[in-house]
Nanobody, 127 residues
């Protein structure tokens, strides 16, 4: 059974940093593009960051550009999201997803295009 497991969330003050991890089991991450999404209470799931299979392409939501960095370590079957200069509006449950179709080029911001999802990790940023 394929599993994606997010970790690294927690409570942090505004301006602080967290690094989220997304570890895959029974899924060769090297064959998948990976995205991070987040969902705040009462809001829809929104795109945060994407990394292609090779790691050569990355895309970010405008709201996190310059503050967040997505990376991957295929030897560890893990994708990371480094989050710096956190703001209270970054508070949400963060999810990672993996997808194969066309490397998700052109569709990476659409959560419905992803094949597998983790259970999420809570990030809370206090002001």
């Amino acid at each position: 059974q394929v599993q994606l497991v997010e970790s690294g969330g927690g409570l942090v003050q505004a301006g602080g940093s967290l690094r989220l991890s997304c570890a895959a089991s029974r899924l060769p991450f090297i064959n998948y593009a990976v995205g991070w999404f987040r969902q705040a209470p009462g809001k829809e799931r929104e795109f945060v960051a994407y990394i292609s299979r090779s790691g050569g392409r990355t895309y970010y939501a405008d709201s996190v550009k310059g503050r967040f960095t997505i990376s991957r370590d295929d030897a560890k079957n893990t994708v990371y999201l480094q989050m710096n200069s956190l703001k209270p509006e970054d508070t949400a449950v963060y999810y990672c997803g993996a997808g194969q179709k066309n490397n998700l080029i052109g569709s990476y911001s659409n959560w419905q295009e992803y094949d597998y999802w983790g259970q999420g990790t809570q990030v809370t940023v206090s002001s």
